[in-house]
C-alpha cells in the first residue's frame, strides 16, 4: 500500500492538469445532479405540504335525498384511504364562502337564493394522498348518482407530480452525460501514465508483480480523483443554494445521506473509470 501511494501521488505531480480536468468533470456531473437533487427535495417538501391539504369534494344535486346522502356518507367514510367525511349544507356553505371571500358579501346579500350547492368534503389519510389515489377516491365518489361533480385539484396536483418527474429524469441524463465525459478524460489520464511507465511495468511482471499489485496505484488514483470531483460537486451545489436560498426563496439543503452519496458516487466514478482503462490498456503491454 505504501507503494501504491507514493505511485498515485507520482501521477498527480506528472499529470496535474489532466487529474485536475478528471476531477472537475466528475464534479460537474454531481453538480448537475445535486441542483436537480435540490429541486427535487424540495418539490417534494412541497408537494407533502401541498398534499396534506388535499381534499376531494363531491358537488350534490339540488334534489339529493338525505337518506341516500347520509347512507353513502358512512360508505365512503369505510373507504380505506379516506380519514374524515364532512356534509357542508347549502346554508353552511352560503356562510363559508361569505368568511372566505368577505368581498363578496355585497353579492352574496343581495341575493333572492343560495345558488351554493350541498357537498360532501373528504379529508384523506396521511399516505394516501397522491395522484392515484385521489383519483381513485373521486371516480367512486363520482359513481353515486346524486353527485354531480367531483372537485380536487386535478390540473395542478398533475403539473406539480409532472414536474418532480421532469425534475428526476433530467438529473439522471445530464448526471450521465457528465459521468460519460468524466470516464474518457480518466481512461486519457491512466493511458498517459501507463504508456510513461511502460517500461516500468515490463520489469515488474518479469520479477513477478501481479496486475493486481500493478493496478493498485491507478485505482488509488483515481479514488482520489473521484473523491475530489465530489467535494467539488458539494461545494459548487452548497454555494448554489446559499445564493437561491438568500436572494429568490427559502430552500431545503438535501438530507445528509444524499451528500455522502454523492461522495461515495463520485469515488466510485473514479475507481470503476481508472480500473477498466488500466485493465484494458495493461493487456496491450
Given at each position: 500500500?505504501?507503494?501504491?501511494?507514493?505511485?498515485?501521488?507520482?501521477?498527480?505531480?506528472?499529470?496535474?492538469?489532466?487529474?485536475?480536468?478528471?476531477?472537475?468533470?466528475?464534479?460537474?456531473?454531481?453538480?448537475?445532479?445535486?441542483?436537480?437533487?435540490?429541486?427535487?427535495?424540495?418539490?417534494?417538501?412541497?408537494?407533502?405540504?401541498?398534499?396534506?391539504?388535499?381534499?376531494?369534494?363531491?358537488?350534490?344535486?339540488?334534489?339529493?335525498?338525505?337518506?341516500?346522502?347520509?347512507?353513502?356518507?358512512?360508505?365512503?367514510?369505510?373507504?380505506?384511504?379516506?380519514?374524515?367525511?364532512?356534509?357542508?349544507?347549502?346554508?353552511?356553505?352560503?356562510?363559508?364562502?361569505?368568511?372566505?371571500?368577505?368581498?363578496?358579501?355585497?353579492?352574496?346579500?343581495?341575493?333572492?337564493?343560495?345558488?351554493?350547492?350541498?357537498?360532501?368534503?373528504?379529508?384523506?389519510?396521511?399516505?394516501?394522498?397522491?395522484?392515484?389515489?385521489?383519483?381513485a377516491v373521486?371516480?367512486?365518489?363520482?359513481?353515486?348518482?346524486?353527485?354531480?361533480?367531483?372537485?380536487?385539484?386535478?390540473?395542478?396536483?398533475?403539473?406539480?407530480?409532472?414536474?418532480?418527474?421532469?425534475?428526476?429524469?433530467?438529473?439522471?441524463?445530464?448526471?450521465?452525460?457528465?459521468?460519460?465525459?468524466?470516464?474518457?478524460?480518466?481512461?486519457?489520464?491512466v493511458r498517459?501514465?501507463?504508456?510513461?511507465?511502460?517500461?516500468?511495468?515490463?520489469?515488474?511482471?518479469?520479477?513477478?508483480?501481479?496486475?493486481?499489485?500493478?493496478?493498485?496505484?491507478?485505482?488509488?488514483?483515481?479514488?482520489?480523483?473521484?473523491?475530489?470531483?465530489?467535494?467539488?460537486?458539494?461545494?459548487?451545489?452548497?454555494?448554489v443554494f446559499?445564493?437561491?436560498?438568500?436572494?429568490?426563496?427559502?430552500?431545503?439543503?438535501?438530507?445528509?445521506?444524499?451528500?455522502?452519496?454523492?461522495?461515495?458516487?463520485?469515488?466510485?466514478?473514479?475507481?470503476?473509470?481508472?480500473?477498466?482503462?488500466?485493465?484494458?490498456?495493461?493487456?496491450?503491454?
Amino acid at each position: 500500500m505504501p507503494y501504491a501511494i507514493r505511485e498515485a501521488l507520482a501521477a498527480f505531480r506528472r499529470a496535474p492538469l489532466l487529474t485536475g480536468l478528471s476531477s472537475t468533470m466528475i464534479g460537474l456531473s454531481l453538480f448537475a445532479i445535486g441542483l436537480f437533487g435540490i429541486a427535487a427535495h424540495n418539490i417534494r417538501i412541497a408537494l407533502e405540504r401541498v398534499e396534506s391539504r388535499v381534499e376531494v369534494v363531491a358537488y350534490l344535486r339540488d334534489d339529493a335525498p338525505p337518506e341516500a346522502v347520509e347512507l353513502a356518507r358512512s360508505e365512503i367514510a369505510s373507504f380505506p384511504e379516506v380519514r374524515q367525511v364532512l356534509y357542508i349544507s347549502r346554508d353552511q356553505a352560503l356562510e363559508i364562502a361569505r368568511q372566505e371571500l368577505a368581498e363578496m358579501n355585497a353579492v352574496f346579500s343581495g341575493l333572492d337564493f343560495n345558488p351554493l350547492p350541498a357537498s360532501l368534503e373528504l379529508r384523506l389519510k396521511p399516505g394516501q394522498r397522491d395522484e392515484k389515489a385521489v383519483q381513485a377516491v373521486a371516480e367512486r365518489v363520482a359513481a353515486y348518482p346524486f353527485v354531480e361533480e367531483v372537485q380536487y385539484g386535478r390540473d395542478w396536483l398533475d403539473k406539480v407530480y409532472l414536474l418532480r418527474r421532469v425534475a428526476g429524469a433530467a438529473a439522471i441524463v445530464l448526471g450521465a452525460a457528465f459521468a460519460i465525459v468524466a470516464a474518457v478524460i480518466i481512461g486519457a489520464a491512466v493511458r498517459m501514465a501507463v504508456f510513461a511507465r511502460r517500461e516500468e511495468i515490463v520489469v515488474m511482471r518479469l520479477v513477478g508483480a501481479t496486475n493486481g499489485f500493478i493496478r493498485r496505484p491507478f485505482l488509488l488514483e483515481g479514488l482520489v480523483t473521484g473523491l475530489a470531483g465530489g467535494l467539488i460537486a458539494l461545494a459548487c451545489t452548497y454555494g448554489v443554494f446559499r445564493i437561491l436560498s438568500g436572494a429568490v426563496f427559502r430552500l431545503v439543503w438535501i438530507p445528509d445521506l444524499w451528500v455522502a452519496g454523492g461522495l461515495v458516487a463520485g469515488a466510485v466514478m473514479g475507481v470503476l473509470s481508472s480500473g477498466l482503462s488500466v485493465r484494458r490498456h495493461l493487456r496491450e503491454i
